[in-house]
């Protein structure tokens, strides 16, 4: 059977690959850096269960730390525009074939560990989105080294490549969960439950209250910071699960993955947001680019708030099934 | 009340722009610091504090692994790329036929929501589609109806054309079981003792997803009803004169 263990062997394997590769990248100065990152990152799905609860938080602050100081970005080489444009002609729309075969298999093999009797012999039916998403990216990374013949470094070059783009951005989400838990232990939410029941009387009480607070909160906090992942432990910790899930029987899935998706309003009217709202203004030249509420966003607000009531009223309607 | 202090540092450490991951280790250990503060308490108190604090993390950073596996997937995509993905996609989308401002944007909305549902992200952004592409074909369709056009509308319609981008992806890429946010929500559902698979969450974005497409369409529909109200009266019957450009 294929559990987790396996596949943080596998992804600890390609984190160490690209951090070998970015060791001997002589165009990045600061490659350094990046050995150290992605080499850090390796060690935690290689060996993170031999570290200890210490050892592991150490590793955590030696990630922050070179993030801090600054990774570059290298330059795997890869194919030109043109190249890529004659190969997009020559093989036409079946290059999305292999993209598809992800989600596929992910939501295959999902169905295979969970409904079948032969399933959980193969995948471990408790983690078995994850470890068939893995394994759908394996199939889909051989059918394209048959069919495109490219050299066979190349998947971890490209992956280097699209990695060093994204940065130390990558590690943020699973911070923010291991956040959350530092939270639970001190007894955030209790703490910000409290403050919040006594300025909104009868959010224990009330389900449309509360799942308004949570969802507003969440676009709110979303403003302010810029992003929908940071608010997302606070505004759960707070409201989310003390009051609309624990108290008033919200299911957690379904309260959670809108409260998600109310934030992203948020995202959606904030120039905090640089990437989504700021740089698209600066790329299309817009003459307000530089204003606070520039073109992009204000053709953004007026889908962000109907959908923001939108996701309020999903929230209350759908996420307490009984 | 102390420990809220750790929120305090989530929510200046963004707005002041220090780094996220930073800000992050921050804010968790003053909230295990100000966990530990008491108004006689020694300095060895607090280094006891910090180091527990420290293990905590650790040991949700090691249980939460999981979060960042969705990388592994650049294998393929990486892989796709270089054989022109992002290529073949921009010919899809060149060859829309579409005769107003708004049907343009709403068929790139469609393509570009239901790419990110399958875990194409990278299929769309303002560098790669809207800058070299959207923006050019919905301007083309505005001023093959209107003729040139003036600033207002041209920058109104660009607006319109990053929007839709931001706007698609957001709330399309929720419903791919593997991306960041949605195992986030896994990662701090489980540290709260909640086990949940991706899959549970991945259904329940799907709602909001139709109400987007929903409420985008009419705002798109409002958006071709506004330029014709703007520029079919000033607008001349053939090709404008180059001089009101």
């Known amino acids: 059977m294929i559990t987790l263990a396996y596949i943080y062997i596998l992804v600890g394997m390609f984190f160490a690959a690209v951090s070998l590769l970015s060791l001997l990248d002589a165009s990045n100065p600061r490659r350094v850096f990046n050995f150290l990152f ?34 570059g970005q290298g330059k795997p080489s890869t194919t030109s525009p043109e190249e890529r444009r004659e190969s ?14 992800i989600p596929a298999v992910a939501l295959g093999g999902t169905l295979i560990a ?3 009797d032969w399933g959980p012999a193969l995948i471990d039916p408790a983690q078995a989105t994850l470890i068939s998403l893995i394994l759908g990216t394996l199939i889909a990374v051989t059918v394209g080294m048959l069919w495109l013949r490219p050299p066979v470094i190349a998947p971890l070059q490209e992956a280097r490549r699209l990695l060093d783009a994204v940065g130390w951005a990558a590690i943020l989400p699973q911070m923010l969960a291991s956040l959350g838990a530092v939270f639970l232990v001190a007894g955030v939410g209790q703490q910000v439950g409290a403050l919040f029941s006594e300025y909104i009387p009868g959010l224990e009480d009330s389900r449309t209250l509360a799942v308004i607070a949570y969802c507003v909160g969440m676009a709110l906090f979303t403003i302010i910071m810029g992003n929908a992942f940071a608010a997302f432990p606070v505004m759960t910790a707070a409201v989310g699960l003390p009051f609309v899930v624990v108290v008033l029987g919200g299911d957690p899935a379904r309260v959670c993955a809108i409260g998600m998706l109310a934030g992203f309003c948020g995202t ?15 790329l299309l030249e817009l003459p307000d680019r530089k204003a606070a509420l520039n073109g992009v966003i204000r053709a953004q607000i007026p889908t962000a708030i109907p959908l923001l009531i939108a996701n309020i009223l999903l929230m209350r309607f759908l996420a307490f099934p009984s | 009340m102390l420990v809220l202090l750790g929120i305090g540092v989530v929510v200046l450490g963004f707005v002041l722009r220090a780094n996220p991951l930073l800000v992050v280790m921050a804010a968790a250990l003053t909230t295990g610091l100000a966990a530990a503060w008491t108004p006689e308490a020694e300095i060895a108190v607090y280094y006891a504090a910090a180091i527990s604090t420290l293990a905590a993390f650790g040991k949700a950073f090691n249980d939460s ?3 960042s596996i969705v990388w592994f997937v650049l294998l393929a995509i990486g892989l796709l790329e270089r054989a022109g993905l992002q290529d073949r996609a921009r010919m899809l989308i060149a060859k829309v036929q579409a005769a107003t401002v708004g049907r343009v944007l709403w068929v790139y909305f469609v393509i570009r929501q239901a790419a990110a549902a399958l875990g194409l992200t990278s299929l769309g952004g303002h560098p790669q589609m809207v800058r070299p592409l959207v923006a050019p074909m919905a301007e083309g369709a505005a001023e093959a109806k209107f003729g040139a056009l003036p600033d207002r509308e041209r920058f109104l319609i660009r607006s319109h ?21 949605i195992l986030l929500i896994k990662g701090f559902l489980e540290q709260n003792g909640i086990i949940v698979e991706p899959l549970q969450l991945s259904v329940w974005a799907i709602p909001t997803a139709i109400a987007a497409l929903a409420i985008h369409t009419i705002r798109l529909w409002l958006l071709d009803a506004h330029l014709k109200r703007r520029l079919a009266a000033a607008a001349p019957t053939s090709e404008a004169p180059e001089a009101a450009q």
């Open chain 2, 161 to 181: 054309s990053a929007a839709v981008d931001n706007i698609a992806l957001f709330f399309g890429e929720d419903i791919f079981i593997a991306i960041a946010s």
């Open chain 1, 88 to 101: 997009a002609m020559k093989r036409g729309d079946l290059l999305f074939l292999p993209a598809l075969i």
């Open chain 1, 268 to 282: 959606l009217m904030t120039p905090m947001a640089a990437n989504f709202n700021v740089v698209p203004a600066n």
């Open chain 1, 38 to 71: 992605w080499g850090l990152l390796a060690t935690s799905f290689l060996a993170g269960a031999y570290l200890g609860d210490l050892g592991n938080g150490v590793l955590a602050l030696g990630l922050v730390i070179v993030a801090t100081i600054g990774l």
């Open chain 1, 114 to 116: 969970k409904e079948t």
């Open chain 2, 65 to 67: 692994r999981y979060v």
